[in-house]
């Protein structure tokens, strides 16, 4: 009503009092006017309209940078609290606990994207290594799905390539085992504890669950605790495992170092439920626990005479 009086009094009135009335409407308006898009927005709005490809690089860049410094804002605020005492790891939810533990093994990365991010032509670097080493220098915050996809899976390949068959002869040595074996008989087999293993044992373990070679049984000690939480949390929420795309399965498959390449959604599913079944028996010795995928997972090299 309010626009329709003050439209007929502007027709009805001079020039003048008409752009009065077009005045008063402004202000009495509910709606504040709207504001003009930033230099920023302007930038965008122009290479999404005349540079596509340009304009999906840049956002790449752009999103991929603030997921970096989101994940190491959240494992730096858990991190203090924890260690003032103020929360516990049961206290975390899930995306909280996924957060942490994928966050520590990258940190090195993580901080050093932080650190260049607001420098000048930043953004530039980071198109360059998109392009050219995207597995190398980046992590998987500027990574597509395909290639989380292919990455991942590579990096599982020449883990079982090379690390699982020096863990598991390391404990042929002095055990009885066979391998690979289900989740529920690993829970039976005995394994050393992290402090009872030799340098090769922990370095390769370390490997196979993605630290760097320094500070090596600490990191295990810190992972097998963190990951028991998570698979506690997940398992209360196993109705959720449903309701999970191929993308999720993938990412919680590959957080407890399970192999996913080549597995449809519902075997997919059915190994996270397999694995979170034994996961508590398997928590309560966490050197088990952690060469538990390797104990899973392990094939022996045929021979040449096969």
């Not at 959240?74 to 606990?97: C, E, H, V």
């Not at 420098?119 to 360059?128: G, K, T």
């Not at 992590?139 to 989380?148: A, I, L």
């Amino acid at each position: 009503m309010l626009t329709t009086v003050v439209s007929a009094q502007c027709r009805l009135g001079s020039s003048r009092s008409g752009s009065i009335f077009v005045g008063s409407l402004r202000m009495l308006s509910s709606q504040p006017p709207a504001k003009s898009p930033g230099l920023m927005q302007r930038y965008e709005n122009y290479l999404e309209q005349n540079w596509p490809k340009a304009y999906q690089m840049h956002r790449m860049v752009i999103d991929g940078c603030k997921s970096c410094i989101g994940d190491v804002k959240t494992y730096y605020f858990i991190r203090r609290d924890l260690g003032a005492g103020k929360i516990k790891l049961s206290d975390l939810s899930r995306q909280q606990l996924e957060t942490y533990i994928q966050t520590r093994p990258e940190i090195g990365k993580l901080i050093a994207i932080v650190v260049i991010a607001p420098l000048p032509l930043a953004i530039y670097l980071f198109a360059f290594a998109i392009i050219f080493f995207p597995r190398h220098v980046l992590t998987r915050h500027f990574w597509s799905k395909h290639q989380k996809r292919e990455y991942w899976s590579l990096e599982w390949k020449k883990k079982a390539s090379y690390h699982y068959p020096a863990l598991v002869d390391a404990i042929k040595a002095t055990n009885k085992i066979t391998v690979p074996a289900s989740l529920s008989d690993i829970t039976t087999m005995t394994v050393p504890k992290i402090k009872e293993l030799d340098f090769s044992q922990v370095y390769h373990l370390a490997r196979v669950h993605r630290f760097f070679p320094v500070n090596m049984a600490n990191s295990l000690r810190w992972r097998a605790e963190a990951l028991k939480h998570l698979d506690a949390v997940l398992l209360r929420e196993s109705g959720d495992i449903d309701k999970m795309d191929t993308e999720e399965l993938q990412t919680q498959l590959y957080i407890r170092c399970l192999k996913f390449s080549g597995k449809s959604d519902d075997e997919m599913r059915t190994l996270l439920r397999t694995w979170l079944k034994n996961s508590a028996k398997l928590a309560e010795r966490p050197s088990l626990y952690l060469h538990a995928p390797v104990l899973h997972q392990y094939k022996p090299r045929k021979s040449k005479s096969d």
